[in-house]
């Protein structure tokens, strides 16, 4: 993008080259996050050798007993391509002594001179663990766990490091994704958000529009004082970002967790500009949270046919009803993944008439 904006001699609409990809990075997201203080998974960021993994995985584990999953992301991947995880307690001998002992220290377990014997077991075990249980999401990318290991620990000025963070404590969950766009002079306007549809655990192939996982209000909220944060630091453009909902099997309250941020327009949004091209809709982001769509009132059809006898009382009513304009809420299922081995010997014009003529 900046090589053609210099090309053509126009600005280009974006933060700095430098910023975008520090923040576009799994850690970085991590920083906007901190600043923006919304919720998100116990984490560690910034590890670039394999004992900082080890050691920032055993205290997450030994701080956190009630996690089943651990996932470990490279920094400079995208979609799943960094993705590995472990259902790690499923396979530490000493869980069940680590649980009686952190009921033993009760509120004291915060303290790390009480978590020191159990955090040295649980590390022990750890490599161990990893090296035969662990998950590559993709394996095509990272074939062995050594190769995930070399490239998540390599480390030069630009590349290198990772996160380790916790997987929702339950297996029910929904993952979400809200864009929003920041303007030269800082104002914020979100454009769109959906719930992810995943073919293969951690892989998005596709969005269902508008989202119907966390009530709209506090999804705005949140996302504002992400995109905020994202103002503080310099961040301008097309901005998106990743969520995931859950009820807390220990409290039976819904949760939500800022996960991943990605500098840059997406492919949800640009199917929701498609969406709202064809239909003419838009989202209600601060109030029903749908997509809606204006309809024409039947009455105001009627009235524009009799406009020679009753023009009066047509332009009346025409203002009337404008003012108070019906919609109608629209939905949508959205991919960019979707392949037809014949649609390349379809003429356009052709494949539009088709889905006019099935409308």
């Known amino acids: 993008d900046v090589t053609v904006a210099d090309m053509l001699g126009v600005p280009c609409l ?12 799994t850690s970085g997201g991590k ?12 984490s560690e960021m910034g590890l670039y050798s394999e004992q900082q993994m080890f050691a920032g995985l ?9 996690v089943e999953r651990w996932m470990f992301k490279i920094d400079d991947e995208f979609d799943s391509r960094g993705i590995a995880y472990c259902d790690v307690i ?4 000493c869980y069940d002594w ?27 075990e750890l490599p161990s663990i990893l090296e035969i249980h662990v ?8 074939p062995t766990w050594e190769k995930y290991v070399a490239a998540f620990i390599r480390g030069d000025e630009c590349r290198g490091g990772g996160v380790i963070e916790a997987a929702p404590p339950i297996h029910s969950i929904t993952s979400l994704t809200v864009d929003f766009f920041i303007d030269p002079l800082r104002n914020i306007q979100l454009t769109s958000w959906g719930d992810q549809i995943h073919d293969s655990p951690y892989h998005v192939c596709g969005v269902s529009v508008p989202q119907a996982s966390v009530d709209p209000p ?13 103002c503080n630091r310099g961040i301008i453009g097309y901005v ?11 409290t039976m309250n819904q949760q939500v967790w800022a996960v991943d941020l990605d500098v840059q327009y997406s492919d949800s949004l640009a199917m929701c500009q498609l969406f709202r091209y064809v239909t003419g809709g838009n989202f209600d982001f601060s109030g029903s949270g749908l997509f809606e769509m204006p309809i024409e009132d039947r009455l105001e059809t009627f009235e524009k046919q009799e406009a020679r006898r009753r023009k009066a009382l047509r332009e009346w009513e025409e203002d009337v009803l404008v003012r108070k304009r019906p919609t109608a809420a629209r939905f949508a299922v959205m991919s960019a993944r979707l392949c037809h081995t014949n649609l390349s010997i379809i003429r356009y014009s052709v494949f539009f008439q088709m889905q006019i003529g099935r409308a």
Not at 58 to 66: K, Q
Not at 220 to 227: G, Q, R
């Open 135 to 142: 998950v590559i999401s993709n394996k095509s990318a990272y």
């Open 90 to 93: 499923k396979h530490l001998e």
């Open 98 to 124: 680590a649980v009686k002992e952190s009921q033993r220290y009760g509120e004291k377990w915060t303290k790390k001179w009480a978590q020191e014997a159990a955090n040295g077991r649980i590390a022990a």
């Open 218 to 230: 506090q999804l705005e909220s949140l996302t504002v004082a992400i995109a905020k944060s994202c």
């Open 14 to 25: 974006s933060a700095d080259p430098e910023v975008s990809r520090l923040y576009s990075t």
């Open 31 to 42: 920083i906007i996050f901190a600043d923006a203080k919304v919720p998100v998974p116990p």
């Open 58 to 66: 055993a205290s997450l584990v030994t701080n956190n007993l009630h």
């Open 240 to 250: 998106s970002v990743d969520f995931v909902t859950f009820i807390d099997p220990l």
